[in-house]
């Protein structure tokens, strides 16, 4: 591609951009297609020879986004959100246009400055103490492993990297059972194995683990010689919003001198609003927090920030300075700048902070804020319409707003069947998009309000779909 060509093609496809998301209404949610359909239309071999650009852009039309499920679409309800405000549509277009590699200071110092500055934006922004300093990861499955590697060094005496861990005691960790599938991952990854994953039981209207056998369990495994290293506490689980009571969990952590990681990945965003803050009371005590700016805040995929108290302990982790990676005339993340590479694990790092400084500055935080006060408000209403309806009802109650519910007219006997069917009719039909949990070991469904795009006149629609829907189950 020649530069005017490059022109050519980056105001077009920019116009595409804003095309289709004024379009998005039109679209169905989730992509209509069997698998195989798209691979079928797709050649076999690689071109020997250029083709032109106009009949790629028409493939990628014709063949690429039919095969698309459509995640900026205001009636997304499904899973979490994964955001992507349109100004930070167009500040990755400036970052992929320049195309850094921001691993070091020196490879970018404004990548590395402006992430600086953005996360301390956004934990102001958060409530969080000035204790706090952070760095931006791909994913939160990342800054868990980061931070289940740093409770396992730090138990270990920062041995572990060296040793391995066949010559230590079992490091154990503690989770609810709520808690995301990340942690099980983690666990894996950092070779301390699911048997030394203990899972709390949850108890209560958040789905909370109990403080008093997170304890016994901690008390039980030190007694039989195992090692326990940390605790990762839940604000806003994936299935139904399971909240742990950070404080109370933060209060075990400290009198048994445990690392306690705080995945917020989903819920941290609403922190931004004062009167949710108390979905987190006792953060502040945590050794780390993760939240996705990429789920609910609007920052396009991926932007995950991760809080840690004390950087010095992510970076006895995680840090190696080989020569090739020495920055010249600076003493690297210990002296005058930050290489956020050695508090990650990938080394090579995206310009991911300018998407976030764009958003916030574009919306103004009360923006944002008004945004994620009308999602929890709108679903509040819609699980209420819901529970209304005599054959439905809620299974789980709006945590922000993420609710689940269940089909259940009189008579019905498989109702886990019934509700699979509904929800299939509901995303082949493609209006709306909707997933599915378990509840009580039950099928249910899972409804969240969190589209940037979405109007209150989407939420009252889905309400419109649904009830259609199951009534016409009923028919069959
Ligand atoms: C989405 C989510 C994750 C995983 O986030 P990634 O950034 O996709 O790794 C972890 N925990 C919770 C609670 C989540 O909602």
């Known amino acids: 591609m020649d530069s005017k060509d490059f022109h050519h093609w980056s105001a077009r496809t920019a116009e595409w951009g804003a095309n289709y998301r004024d379009g998005l209404r039109e679209r169905p949610v989730r992509a209509q297609v069997r698998p195989g359909d798209i691979a079928r239309q797709l050649g076999d071999t690689p071109p020997d020879t250029a083709e032109a650009m106009e009949a790629i852009f028409a493939d990628f039309e014709n ?64 409530g969080l103490p000035e204790t706090f300093t952070g760095v931006i990861q791909d994913s939160a499955s990342s800054a868990t492993l980061a931070a289940v590697l740093t409770m396992r060094e730090r138990a270990l005496g920062w041995q572990g990297k060296q040793s391995g861990l066949a010559v230590h005691p079992a490091v154990r960790i503690y989770a609810s059972d709520q808690a995301h599938s990340s942690i099980d991952r983690a666990i894996w990854i950092s070779g301390i194995g699911e048997d030394n994953l203990v899972r709390i039981p949850v108890t209560g ?9 997170l304890e016994a369990a901690i008390v039980r495994d030190r007694q039989a010689g195992l090692l326990p290293a940390g605790i990762i506490a839940n604000v806003g689980g994936t299935s139904i919003g399971a909240t742990d ?191 599915q949990t378990r509840v009580g070991g039950e099928f249910v469904t899972r409804f969240q309000v969190g589209s940037f795009a979405g109007e209150q006149a989407d939420v009252a629609f889905a309400f419109d779909v649904i009830r259609e829907m199951a009534d016409g189950l009923g028919a069959d």
């Not at 549509?89 to 110092?109: D, F, K, N, R």
């Not at 209207?205 to 056998?213: E, Q």
């Open 63 to 126: 063949i690429i986004v039919p095969g698309m499920t459509n995640w900026q679409h205001p009636r997304f309800f499904a899973y979490f959100p994964a955001n992507a405000a349109p100004v930070s549509v167009v500040a990755e277009y400036l970052v992929s246009a320049i195309g850094a590699q921001c691993m070091l200071w020196q490879t970018s110092p404004a990548a590395t400055e402006l992430e600086t500055v953005t996360l301390d934006w956004l934990r102001q922004a958060l």
């Open 205 to 213: 209207p958040t789905h909370g683990m109990d403080p008093a056998a």
């Open 245 to 435: 009571d950070v404080s109370a969990v933060c209060d075990v952590a400290r009198t048994h001198d445990l690392y306690i990681h705080v995945d917020a990945a989903w819920a941290g965003s609403a922190m931004i609003c004062p009167e949710f803050r108390h979905f987190w009371a006792g953060v502040e005590q945590a050794d780390s927090v993760v939240l996705n700016p990429h789920k609910w805040l609007g920052a396009q995929f991926d932007c995950s920030t991760h809080y840690v108290r004390d950087p010095e302990s992510l970076l006895k982790t995680l840090a190696i300075r080989p020569e090739y990676l020495k920055t010249s005339g600076s003493a690297g993340d210990s002296g005058a700048v930050i290489d956020y590479s050695e508090r990650s694990i990938p080394l090579g790092r995206r310009f991911r902070a300018l998407k976030l400084w764009f958003l916030i500055r574009a919306h103004g935080l009360d923006g944002l804020r008004t945004m994620i006060r009308n999602h929890v408000s709108w679903a509040e209403a819609l699980a209420e319409r819901i529970a209304a309806e005599p054959d439905f009802e809620i299974t789980s109650q709006p945590m922000l707003s993420l609710f689940s519910f269940r089909y259940k007219p009189a008579g019905a006997d498989d109702l886990d069947a019934l509700n699979q069917r509904l929800l299939d009719a509901i995303n082949d039909d493609g209006r709306i998009y909707l997933t």
